[in-house]
């Protein structure tokens, strides 16, 4: 059984409720899935898993979350090379340029990707709940 994680920053509960959707795929395809908020989590708990997917919304002028997301992310970055994971995160602007940032650092660090990155445009709908889904489904 893989062992997932789920680590994620949510200021609006839309990125929230996408990491349970992705929690709940994880566990319908037979992981042991931990979820954790950026505050929760730091690089020591990096090799206790199989798969980590990153949750954070788009912030300001598309960036991660500043105070609490992108200072854990900056931690754990450094240790990704061959770690498999996922990103995913809500927005209400903008076109998604900061998941594409986001993605160029995690290749830059040679983290390996389960799946294509989700980002949805504010709260997450059926459609997008399925795509969560699929993602949990991905990492287990």
Known sequence: MKKVAIVYWSGTGNTERMALEVEAGAKKNGAEVSVFTSDEF??????????????CPAMGAEVLEESSFDPMFESVEKNLAGKNIALFGSYGWGDGQWMRD??????????????ESLIVNEAPDDEAVE??????????
């Open 42 to 55: 730091s690089v020591e708990m990096l090799d206790g898993f199989d798969a980590i997917a990153f949750g």
């Open 131 to 140: 795509k969560c889904r699929c993602l949990g489904a991905a990492l287990a």
């Open 102 to 115: 986001w993605e160029e650092r995690c290749n830059a660090a040679g983290a390996q990707f389960v799946c």
